[in-house]
């Protein structure tokens, strides 16, 4: 049954690869249900954003799975969810009471408007117009902005007045320990110990929780630092969604079309660029990418994130995204389908589970991110670097930014502006395709946008 619905022999993977590598996808990604609910339980129900963002994610991600099959978990984007409680409901609509029904109503118009073009394949041919270097550059881009995450997770690289970032200090447990985690997986990658990560993840946690049994990992609520050892005594928060979902407000989108229009853009902005840079990246790592870059059934990978976008709307969270985690997943051998649908049914015994897996923290998950980051970064040397100037630039670009501007859209944006302008100016425009040319449209679009705002 397996077999057929994934065809793992034709991947050269086994149910047992595929269940370590879901295992491991989901433990590296399940802070977001700690995370998703303190960002928007500013401005919406905690419990019912929890529940929420369980269920859309359990159900994007199975669309994934069987729809696509591709070893992609998707749930509430980062960087999404802090503009969708920050800047719309409590910058641009001032805090307004259920300000959160007008950018849950955003969130759903964005998710229609992707089911549509991804139906007619505009995303596809997106994804597939990217040149090769520009894409090689992107994957390596995300490996050290996956990296950086983990370093920022572990407070190995901490905030700096003077210097932007600095090293956070060794006296800190969760810098040690997220060090000897990541030699922990080093180890047995090198003796090809099979779900290497997952036990490097699970290795940590148990470091993490002898820490805080000798007193040296010290509990301090008021400081954001949390036990590491499940309890239930907070509950489950099950009939919270009640307070979520479906929360829509079409009537204050039709009487203030132009803002919400512009609110919408920019959920629909993010979400295209950073779904298309990690999908590539992603599946770059897993070899699923066709001999010439392109990659199979991409309107269907799309189609399970708009889908997700617009049922997690309707649930009562923000944009539901491809995450870039599942490349830990595929490090641990995912090849298929079936890698999302162990995670996505993780994400629904998370409902009943969550004590466990809210206590597993961010430092435990940071040696994952960085052993991942340190494979997507094998990408660069796919580039060609003594090719055309534009091709390098652009890559480059891509390279350079999506870990300093702490985005992967910001990172695509910079490589496909540069890229273009590149190439007109060097005599060779008929070399940028129509879609490459609309794609440039939007992000000098945006950059207009981005100047008005500080004008």
Not at 102 to 125: C, D, H, N, P, Q
Not at 242 to 266: D, E, M, P, R, V
Not at 379 to 389: R, V
Request: net charge neutral; with cysteine; glycine share 10%.
């Amino acid at each position: 049954m397996l077999e057929k619905i994934f065809k793992l022999k034709e991947h050269d993977t086994t149910v047992r690869k595929e269940v370590v590598a879901g295992l491991t996808t989901f433990l590296t990604m399940a802070y977001i249900l700690a995370v998703n609910p303190n960002i928007l339980g500013t401005v919406m129900d905690r419990g019912g954003v929890f529940v929420a963002t369980a269920i859309a994610s359990a159900l994007a991600t199975f669309i994934m799975a069987f729809l696509a099959n591709y070893p992609i978990a998707l749930s509430a984007g980062l960087g999404l969810n802090a503009y969708f409680a920050y800047t719309v409901c409590l910058g641009e609509l001032g805090g307004a009471e259920n300000a959160f029904t007008v950018a849950l109503t955003a969130v759903f118009v964005e998710g229609i408007i992707f089911i549509i073009i991804s139906f007619f394949k505009a995303r596809e041919a997106i994804v597939n117009g990217i040149p090769a270097n520009l894409k090689n550059g992107i994957s390596a881009g995300i490996g050290l902005f996956v990296a950086f995450i983990g370093l920022q997770n572990a407070n190995i690289i901490v905030a700096s007045d003077s210097t932007k970032v600095d090293l956070g200090s060794f006296k800190n447990p969760e810098v040690a320990l997220a060090l000897i985690g990541f030699l922990i997986i080093l180890i047995l990658v090198h003796y090809n110990v099979n779900g290497a990560v997952l036990i490097g993840i699970l290795a940590t946690w148990v470091l993490g929780i002898i820490a805080e049994l000798i007193g040296w990992y010290k509990v301090d609520v008021d400081a954001g630092v949390y036990s590491l050892i499940p309890s239930f005594a907070g509950g489950l928060h099950l009939d919270g969604l009640k307070n979520t979902a479906f929360h829509l407000n079409f009537k204050w989108a039709g009487s203030n079309i132009i803002q919400f229009i512009a609110i919408t853009f920019s959920f629909l902005y993010v979400d295209l660029f950073d779904t298309v840079g990690t999908v590539v990246a992603v599946a770059d790592k897993a070899n699923l990418l066709n001999e010439d870059g392109t990659l199979p059934r991409a309107g269907k990978v799309l189609m399970a994130d708009a889908i997700g976008t617009t049922a997690g709307a309707l649930l009562g969270t923000s944009t539901v995204t491809s995450f870039v985690e599942s490349s830990a997943g595929v490090a641990a051998g995912g090849r298929t389908g079936l890698t999302a649908a162990v995670t996505g049914i993780m994400f629904l015994l998370s409902l009943v589970l969550s004590p466990i897996f809210l206590a597993i923290p961010g430092f435990a998950t940071a040696p994952a991110l960085l052993y991942v980051g340190m494979l997507m970064l094998s990408s660069a040397k796919k580039i060609k670097f003594d090719g055309d100037i534009a091709d390098v630039a652009g890559a480059y670009m891509a390279l350079l930014m999506m870990p300093l501007a702490y985005s992967i859209a910001t990172g695509i944006m910079f490589a496909i502006l540069t890229w273009v302008i590149i190439k007109v100016f060097t005599g060779k425009a008929k070399d940028v395709s129509p879609v490459m040319w609309v794609v440039f449209v939007l992000f000098a679009l945006r950059v207009v946008t981005l100047v008005t705002n500080f004008m």
